[in-house]
């Protein structure tokens, strides 16, 4: 018998080009990645000002790389499983190392834990919103909502004893002790691992007679920005979790209207 010697024919309509346009999105997502690993190189050299920045700078560019997939129609799931593992490093390890290097580190033998608990509740934060992404059965009324705290808002909620101590020094020796971070660091990965109904603005609209007073508000919230970054950003911040308990009682409100019209 001669030996049978075929040349494997590759299929014709092999991808031998991408368009640009389909490659945007992974790349915003590299900067993210990369302003997340910043983070943690200025929390090793004890520069916490940059540590957090960088943090707050990866986020946006998280809430930046969905849209620009979306608008450009480049979403893939390559670019899903990519978006997981850099959110998990920009907002579940660099968090934790800042946290650490902050506060933590001196405390005997349980210091690191905390930290670990919270890059462990971030992961699974994660892994169940993917998960989520393919399930056709959540109800409609979840369409406003998010299934816990987002991972951004847990990242900026772990460092917001930080930023409190940026402009408030009289607050440090209490914010910067042992006991205070580590029921805080609990307490945030509780909050990102619940099943606690936190608002979400993705499918949230705006009647147009509240589009200048938006814009208004907007420009105002620019400017504190510019002149008192580290104060606004705690405002936010604060804000945020004041708004976890309104957003609960909509939530259970929007529940039982739901119920009751499909009874």
């Given at each position: 018998?001669?030996?049978?010697?075929?040349?494997?024919?590759?299929?014709?309509?092999?991808?031998?080009?991408?368009?640009?346009?389909?490659?945007?999105?992974?790349i915003v997502t590299m900067l993210a990645l990369c302003s997340g690993l910043t983070s943690i190189r200025y929390s090793v050299q004890e520069d916490w000002g940059k540590a957090i920045l960088f943090i707050f700078l990866?986020?946006?560019?998280?809430?930046?790389?969905?849209?620009?997939?979306?608008?450009?129609?480049?979403?893939?799931?390559?670019?899903?499983?990519?978006?997981?593992?850099?959110d998990f490093v920009s907002f579940g390890i660099a968090p934790a190392i800042l946290m650490f290097q902050w506060c933590l580190f001196d405390l005997p033998k349980i210091g690191w834990f905390f930290c670990l608990l919270?890059?462990?509740?971030?992961?699974?934060?994660?892994?169940?919103?993917?998960?989520?992404?393919?399930?056709?059965?959540?109800?409609?009324?979840?369409?406003?909502?998010?299934?816990?705290?987002?991972?951004?808002?847990?990242?900026?909620?772990?460092?917001?004893?930080?930023?409190?101590?940026?402009?408030?020094?009289?607050?440090?020796?209490?914010?910067?002790?042992?006991?205070?971070?580590?029921?805080?660091?609990?307490?945030?990965?509780?909050?990102?691992?619940?099943?606690?109904?936190?608002?979400?603005?993705?499918?949230?609209?705006?009647?147009?007679?509240?589009?200048?007073?938006?814009?208004?508000?907007?420009?105002?919230?620019?400017?504190?920005?510019?002149?008192?970054?580290?104060?606004?950003?705690?405002?936010?911040?604060?804000?945020?979790?004041?708004?976890?308990?309104?957003?609960?009682?909509?939530?259970?409100?929007?529940?039982?209207?739901?119920?009751?019209?499909?009874?």
């Amino acid at each position: 018998m001669k030996p049978i010697n075929k040349k494997l024919k590759l299929p014709k309509n092999k991808l031998k080009e991408i368009p640009f346009r389909k490659l945007v999105p992974n790349i915003v997502t590299m900067l993210a990645l990369c302003s997340g690993l910043t983070s943690i190189r200025y929390s090793v050299q004890e520069d916490w000002g940059k540590a957090i920045l960088f943090i707050f700078l990866a986020g946006i560019l998280d809430g930046l790389d969905g849209r620009l997939a979306r608008m450009l129609k480049a979403s893939s799931k390559f670019g899903a499983e990519l978006d997981s593992l850099c959110d998990f490093v920009s907002f579940g390890i660099a968090p934790a190392i800042l946290m650490f290097q902050w506060c933590l580190f001196d405390l005997p033998k349980i210091g690191w834990f905390f930290c670990l608990l919270y890059s462990m509740g971030m992961a699974m934060r994660l892994a169940r919103f993917n998960t989520m992404l393919e399930d056709d059965t959540i109800p409609p009324y979840w369409s406003h909502y998010f299934t816990g705290v987002p991972a951004p808002a847990a990242a900026a909620m772990a460092t917001m004893p930080i930023l409190i101590t940026f402009d408030f020094t009289d607050a440090e020796p209490f914010l910067r002790t042992h006991l205070f971070c580590s029921i805080w660091m609990l307490i945030v990965a509780y909050l990102e691992t619940s099943r606690i109904p936190t608002i979400s603005l993705k499918k949230t609209r705006i009647k147009t007679e509240y589009m200048i007073p938006l814009a208004f508000c907007v420009a105002l919230l620019a400017t504190f920005l510019f002149t008192q970054t580290w104060l606004t950003f705690g405002v936010l911040i604060i804000l945020y979790a004041l708004s976890i308990p309104f957003s609960v009682y909509r939530f259970n409100k929007e529940k039982k209207a739901y119920e009751q019209e499909n009874a």
